[in-house]
């Protein structure tokens, strides 16, 4: 009895073993690292290979046809500008929230214009795009609960600080 019942124990523990992933044949010869490297010249984020790129990776320069389309535009060279400026004013160690530069671009962009006081919201996700470029350029680190984070995959609030 007790033999039949070790036999049920040993198969159930291999139940939860798992298994190595397999690799699919498409994925270019070049190395994880290699391919990590290559970054999105409008927003800043990682770009993943593809099975569609991999005659022309070395081309491929924006991660989405929407960042093609967008590119990089002056305002979001304000906005680094913007930040860059706003961490020199601050103490080597500070940091500074992406909504601080937006402020900062609206209100200039206000000063042109009647604009209304909410006209920096429009400018917080090409803060963060603006953010995630000067973290792919090493000037820059984006933290979340003072630890450095992906920049391609932080979700909810961040803060920006200087590379160390």
């Known amino acids: 009895m007790l033999g039949a019942r070790s036999a049920v124990v040993s198969r159930m523990a291999g139940m939860g073993r ?19 490297d290559k970054v999105c010249r409008s927003c800043g984020r990682r770009i993943e290979w593809r099975a569609t790129w991999a005659k022309n990776w070395d081309d491929v320069a924006y991660c ?27 103490a080597a160690t ?36 603006a953010a995630r470029r000067l973290v792919a350029a090493g000037e820059v680190e984006i933290t979340q609960g003072g630890r450095v984070v992906d920049p391609s995959t932080a979700k909810g609030p961040i ?5 160390r």
Do not use: F, H, N, Y
């Open 64 to 90: 989405s046809d929407a960042c093609r389309a967008r590119k990089v535009r002056p305002v979001d060279r304000e906005l680094e500008e913007s930040i860059r400026r706003l961490l020199g004013e601050r």
């Open 159 to 163: 803060r920006i600080r200087r590379a």
């Open 94 to 129: 500070a940091t500074i929230c992406p909504s601080e530069a937006a402020r900062a671009v609206a209100a200039q962009q206000s000063a042109a214009s009647e604009a209304a006081d909410d006209a920096w919201r429009a400018l917080m996700e090409p803060a963060r795009r």
């Open 18 to 36: 798992q298994r190595e992933p397999r690799s699919t044949g498409r994925e270019p010869r070049s190395s994880e690292g290699e391919r990590a």
